[in-house]
DNA sequence: TTACAACTTAAAGTCGACTTTAAGGCAAGA
DNA sequence: TCTTGCCTTAAAGTCGACTTTAAGTTGTAA
């Protein structure tokens, strides 16, 4: 079978070849065998990255990947290690859905209604509707993050 | 007017003293009077800090409330300067809302459909369907950020 | 006087997912 | 032999919004 180096299997799934030993080093993807020194994989490893970008796809972060991978018994099949977690960040995306519709709400509101002149006004208002004490989640909207 | 410590203010807004500081340092709360070396306040800095919250609540980085506060000249009306920074949010949150309703398609339809025995096999049916080389955006979805 | 609480600063640490840098190894071609 | 190009590692850097730490200051109370 074809020996992909690490930098044609980045190319192949689109990533950085920095990210595959990263992957390779906090232990969501084994070592790979070598030759002369040299990472070498077999194909295999596509399909091993092509779930892990699945899941990166859908929210889950490493280590939940690592779970997916190494946190059930060895006989539990894909499927019910998928609904598991699926279940869970399923729900996680609902109350992350629920937040950002708050926000939409709160940003409306202060487009349509806001009249100040100057924002200490502003302050005011929302002092006075009591609104400065919600939680602030700050809601971790990345931008630019593709490479 | 009553004069607060740092720290009174902090526990009204809901915030850290260290948090404050923080803020000054970035430049978007302008430098307390001290007396003796300690910042003291006047109760304007509240409106401040619930205009502030009020940004963050709303999904805005602190280098977009400094715009809020700075980016504008000094006649523009606070209702103005809403509207812009908000058009700007309402729209990263629409992209946002679409990302993740991508998210929860495809996680329905992992928990749906696969049927698979092992994760290897699901990395091929993935391979196969194309959907690897789809860029993964990350989506920060940050886990118990409360304090 | 001594202790204490609350403040100050600069610098470093945190989280996640990487990337970048620095220093070096190894094989093929001119 | 030397260069080129790809590989290796460990360690440090990045981003955002803070917090934590270490070391020192100030005012008040016992």
Avoid at 97 to 123: A, F, P, W, Y
Wanted: charged share 30%; glycine share 8%.
């Amino acid at each position: 079978m074809a020996q992909l180096t690490i930098s044609e299997v980045a190319r192949q799934v689109g990533l950085q070849p920095s990210a595959i030993r990263y992957y390779e080093r906090i232990g969501i993807l084994l070592p790979a065998q070598r030759m002369s020194g040299q990472r070498r994989y077999d194909t295999a490893v596509l399909h091993r990255l092509a779930v892990i970008q699945r899941a990166r796809q859908t929210g889950f972060m490493l280590d939940e990947i690592r779970e997916l991978f190494f946190g059930f018994r060895d006989a539990a099949p894909a499927s019910q290690r998928w609904q598991k977690l699926s279940r869970r960040k399923l729900a996680e995306l609902e109350e992350l859905t629920g937040q950002i519709k708050t926000m939409r709400h709160l940003l409306e509101k202060m487009m349509d209604c806001c009249r100040c002149e100057t924002l200490d006004q502003c302050g005011r208002g929302i002092l006075r509707s009591g609104g400065a004490n919600v939680t602030v989640k700050p809601l971790p909207v990345k931008r630019r993050t593709g490479r």
